[in-house]
């Protein structure tokens, strides 16, 4: 097996372009489905901190164990509402990067709720009383504490991001992994190592590893340049 | 200011989605359904560039395990289905969810195992023999346990030998033929796998071939339009322009000038 | 209803709270007037905070009612100051306008608003500095001059200078007495015998979730009638 890592490197050098091809298109699924799980999931998180109404707690364990759905699961779902023979056959999104989106979408949104729940109910247990006082009440506090939350909430935002860009079980189901149009880093490591190719598999992984953790370091950056600026 | 830093992201966040949910530019295409080891093998790679030149229509495919496929097809998720198993093709064409079947090309299979061969496959004459040494000797041995058309074949055999395949020695994976393969060249173990897949497989450990050559492990492909009757989104066109190719004198010859290390891989059969 | 009507006088009649079975204020009998400053004195666990949470409707009382002036169950015109400054993650300008904008006062007109207040106490060097990286004097002259922009016909403060070194407090103290001179009613709770004699112009002592004595300061503090609140004037510890 030859040394995984130098091929990854000279991959990288090379500028292989179905490997871009491949990179491009795991970004651009993954980023649209943290963007998208984010605007639906940090209101809902907010609510869902503050809001009062019967069964709550409930809402609250579900979306809690939702954080461990199965990708693949998650997938299958997926697929099957958006088969031809399923209820959303008729918009053809099967095997399409947009299928792709809104399965990592139902994985990711749980991690993003559970976690703005935690930070904002933290939040206004601080907060509370002083901005009721100022004439702030809990609808109106939601957009103050998620910005207020915003460098927690990025930890909540890049576990997301994390989950979805490891996996691979609902990108491979809905996905298809077309070569060229629906082939991401996860999925094309598992047909690598199908193939037994297993030290391009890895070296692919290596590859994948780097961006995550180039991605991370930035966040953590933004971060600690948050705190020194804003407290 | 922290408004128009909102604004910014909620503007951009429809924009960037709409973008991932752009079709491909307006590319004539269809979904073909087959198989991973098909698809493994590099078959693909190599005769599909040649039906898009002439054509202009792209073929995407959608690599699964057979049963997968045909479901897919079943489900209309597919326009054309291309696999290797004739009896459930065969039904599937007279439940009504295929047109009509036609002979492409076959391929064979392998026995592989380890090279100090414990059953001693190599002395057997014909393939069934070679199946009941292995059950014989309790060797271990690697299935594929996913109703492909690599693990009907398999199991054809075992009735043929007279065996039903149970105990520690007999290893249901469920997954591909890669998967498998890198199973058994861990333990080691006996497999039965399509020569294709055999010869594009890199970590074949201590494994090599220990049987070939009965005609019985011959593995006829068969092609398949999805039934427009039953799903009227299949691109019926299309997908006969590409049954009408394959078959024809040249994408049978495209099959054949398809190599791996020198050797041919698929045989044309269509009539 | 208008800022310009008057909220005050606040009366509370037999105002009480009571939790799981425990009384922990009872029977208050309290009129609060308008423009002048009482200071409401006791020991720890009388339930001076909470008398004063009930009083700024930030809870409701289990008996009893509050009737402001004006008829409305929790009027604007009023604010609060918590013993821990509570500032949001941004700048102090940030801060300040927030309440304006929760107002829905225009940005124009609540930059000017909050460029007046922070020349008037000399906090402009700090406008743009983020708010919670401040000393804690400086946070709870923030969240004094922000209370006092939402032009507040009553201000309420609890221990306003409890966690604050001298100088700090006398600076509050200096803003309070500023406010007071405008014409703000204000009710605050302090631990400081030294603080109430010196902005208190009228006392109300509680003890045990019981409001023991009320009266004009200069008299309270010449001779308390009651015992407990001799002790506490004395500095002795009681219950």
Redesign the interface.
Known sequence: MDNPLLMALRLIAAGDPALLQIIGLSLRVTLTAVLVACIVGLPLGAALALGRFPGRGVVVVVFNALMGLPPVVAGLLVYLMLSRSGPLGPLGLLFTPTAMILAQTILILPIVVSLTRSVVEDLWSEYGEQLRSLGAGRVRAVPTLLWDGRVSLLTGVLAGFGRASAEVGAVLIVGGNIAGHTRTMTTAITLETSRGNLGLAVALGIILLGLTLTLNALAWGAGQWARGRLG | ??HSR?SLI?G??PG??L???L??AAQTFI?LAST?STE?SGLFGHILPIFQAETGIEV????QGTGQALETG????ADVVFVHARAQEEKFVAEGWGVARLDVMYNDFVIVGPAEDPAGLKSATDAAEAMGKIAAAGAPFASRGDDSGTHTAEKNLWAAAGVEPAGAWYLSTGS????T??TAAQLPAYALTDRGTWL?????GPLGIVFEGDAVLFNPYGIILVNPAK?P?VKVAEGQAFIDWIVSDAGQAAIASFTVGGEQLFFPSAN | MTAAEPILPLVLEGVGFEVAGRALLSGIDLRIEAGRRLVILGPNGAGKTLLLRLCHGLIAPTSGRLRWACGSQRPEAQAMVLQRPVLLRRSVAENLAYPLALRGIPAGARRAAVARMLDRFGLAPLAERPARLLSGGEQQRVALARAALMAPQILFLDEPSAALDPSATRQIEEMIAGFSAEGITIVMTTHDIGQARRLAEDVAFVHRGRLIEHRAAPDFFAGPDAPEARAHLAGDLYW
């Open positions: 200011m922290k909102r909620l951009l966040a960037l989605s973008l991932a949910a079709p491909a979904t991973t493994n995407r495919v959608i690599a079943r489900r209309g998720d591909g033929m890669g998967a393969l890198n594009g497989f890199q970590n074949r799903h989104a």
